[in-house]
């Protein structure tokens, strides 16, 4: 990959990061009117039909390989159906910019991973920045009572197992990147986590008056959610996964956390601490350490360890 190919994902990236934060703010928001796995699977299968279009317009095909299939199939109904039932389920618990400062420890479970994985190599900036990356976590879940260890803790708990569930996707997924495009490898995978949802979300549904709750709102936040955070980003992320590696991709997750507070005390009037200031700082700082420089710089002799 040329230099400009590696800035130009890294750059799609990072708008995927904005997208990601504003999602915390509008599944908590939607959330009020859905329950969440039922809120999920309604946004999931809009993701999975408009990405399957999209596979058949743009590859001319839909198919993988059995071997692949399954192996595929299998890590999207961890990294997408598993995770989403136990990120939306936590969600409902903590606040948003809570849960986004949990998910933040996702990249150093994928540096981790990708090893064992053998889809990346974990050299010593890596293991730096995710580290003062997640030191800066730290902080800020230390800087107030918005993770205290009350009636919360269960919901820091499931969200604390979703991240790992998408650290798990992200991390054995990488080597199915050679055989085939983020798009194809995307699209069946969000299949696989619609279907691990469509169950629990049919009893869900059937509590609520569905035609009732899905007001404009509520429909415009699975548009979002669905088409944008759900469909597109996740193309976007496999395809920086493919470029640039899933350790130096995963790593810009830290910024999602201090996007999110930020929205979530403009939009839903949640606390920011001065404690969530300092450890956004740190986060960026890791971020940039582990993907090896000022920003979109890339260090001479890097490769495609994807």
Not at 223 to 230: E, N, R
Request: with cysteine; net charge positive; aromatic share 8%.
């Amino acid at each position: 990959m040329s230099s400009s190919e590696r800035q130009i994902a890294e750059l799609a990236v990072l708008g995927v990061m904005v997208v990601w934060a504003g999602n915390f703010i509008v599944v908590k928001s939607a959330l009020e009117a859905l329950p969440p796995v039922g809120f999920t699977f309604l946004r999931f299968a809009l993701a999975s039909a408009t990405l399957m279009v999209l596979l058949r317009w743009r590859e001319g095909s839909i198919g993988l390989p059995r071997r692949d299939l399954i192996a595929i199939c299998g890590l999207g109904a961890v990294g997408f159906g598993l995770y989403q039932i136990l990120w939306t389920t936590g969600l409902q618990q903590i606040a948003a910019g809570d849960s986004a400062l949990i998910i933040a420890s996702t990249p150093v479970l994928v540096a981790l991973l990708a090893v064992i994985a053998r889809s990346d190599v974990l050299t010593p900036d890596k293991f730096l920045g995710g580290l003062l990356s997640f030191t800066g976590v730290a902080v800020v879940i230390a800087s107030g009572p918005g993770l205290s260890l009350g009636g919360s803790i269960v919901g820091e708990a499931i969200t604390l197992v979703a991240s790992i569930c998408w650290a798990i996707y992200t991390a054995f997924g990488a080597p199915f990147l050679r055989r085939h495009s983020p798009l194809r490898t995307t699209a069946w995978a969000t299949v696989a986590g619609t279907l691990v949802l469509a169950p629990v979300a049919a009893i869900q549904l059937t509590t609520v008056d569905v035609a009732a709750a899905v007001s404009p709102g509520v429909f415009g936040a699975i548009l979002y959610s669905g088409f944008l955070a759900a469909g597109i980003a996740n193309v976007i992320v496999l395809n920086g996964v493919r470029v640039v590696g899933p350790t130096r991709t995963s790593a810009y997750q830290f910024l999602v956390p201090a996007l999110a507070v930020v929205m979530a005390a403009a939009i839903l009037s949640e606390d920011i601490r001065l404690g969530q200031v300092i450890g956004g700082v740190v986060i960026v700082a890791g971020v940039l350490i582990t993907r090896g420089g000022a920003p979109f710089r890339i260090p001479a002799g890097v490769r495609n360890r994807a």
